[in-house]
């Protein structure tokens, strides 16, 4: 796909980037960049930055901007980047980290996968089975996996991949709870609930050498806050969304034998009337 329809598809599909970012000096002004040769609509929330983020935001005058004063965790900047886009308009938000972990020249994966699923969340899944990996991003996206398979029934590969894109039109009536890491498995919970799908696109990855790596994810607090939620979630899933959805397809199949036997009836009806 040519440059020129990827930037077309992002108008026309009403997407744009959304770029959380807290104290990546060193990486965010490439990841800007690289995603501009895509597409011009792109939103950058500023979690509260004590580097030089702010002047290098300067840079892009452009882009739609989003500071505050006070880091109040990863879940809080992409549901602020959320109100925003879908303020400007938007459908659809492809978020995408600022550490420089994602390849821009991935985004395209995400516009066609629309295509075939307009209405789901889908995940930009890395390969966490590479030797570079760290040992506690693999065993964070493992516990994470477990969960959410507990919650929802649903497994999926890479559940921590902060590479997305997510249908904010179709999501915009969903409450969160969660401000930190925890929300980008909240969001995925909540949303299969609510029937939306979630699915995923392979995605290339990077991570640095070790001593160069920039990550705010703190393994023991957050997979913390992570087991915390799934306390209250997995309650509600098994107490009230299992039982809702079994009942929902009991009367399905219900409503599906009604019609059947109605339609039986009508065509006895008329070969009745066509004999008389």
């Known amino acids: 796909m040519e440059l020129g329809q990827i930037r077309a598809l992002f108008k026309s599909r009403k997407v744009c980037v959304l770029i959380p970012t807290f104290n990546n000096e060193q990486t965010l002004e490439k990841v800007i960049t ?73 985004l395209p994966a995400f516009l066609i996968k629309i295509e075939t699923s307009p209405e789901s969340i889908i995940i930009g899944a890395r390969n966490m089975g590479q030797s570079t990996v760290p040992g506690k991003s693999s065993f964070g996206n493992k516990f994470s996996n477990f969960w959410f398979w507990v919650t929802t029934g649903l497994s999926m590969q890479d559940t921590q991949s902060g590479f997305r894109l997510y249908p904010v039109r179709r999501m915009r009536h969903l409450k969160f709870l969660t401000r930190k890491f925890e929300f980008e498995i909240e969001v995925l919970v909540r949303a299969s609930w609510d029937g939306i799908g979630v699915e995923h696109v392979p995605v290339r990855v990077f991570y640095p050498e070790r001593g160069k790596r920039i990550s705010h994810f703190r393994p023991f607090r957050d997979v913390t806050r992570i087991a915390i939620l799934n306390s209250f979630l997995v309650p509600i899933a098994l107490f009230y969304i299992k039982p809702r959805d079994l009942w929902n397809n009991i009367k399905k199949k219900i409503y599906a034998r009604s019609c059947e036997n109605n339609s039986s009836t009508t065509r006895n009806q008329i070969r009745s009337k066509r004999f008389q």
């Open 34 to 106: 690289e995603v501009l040769q895509y597409t011009p609509d792109v939103i950058v929330v500023n979690d509260g930055s004590t580097d030089a983020t702010r002047l290098i935001l300067a840079k892009f005058p452009l882009i739609e901007k989003v500071s505050y004063d006070t880091n109040e965790g990863k879940g809080f900047a992409l549901r602020t980047g959320f109100k925003r886009a879908l303020g400007a308009g938007y459908d659809y938000v492809i978020t995408i980290d600022s550490d420089g972990q994602h390849y821009a020249s991935d």
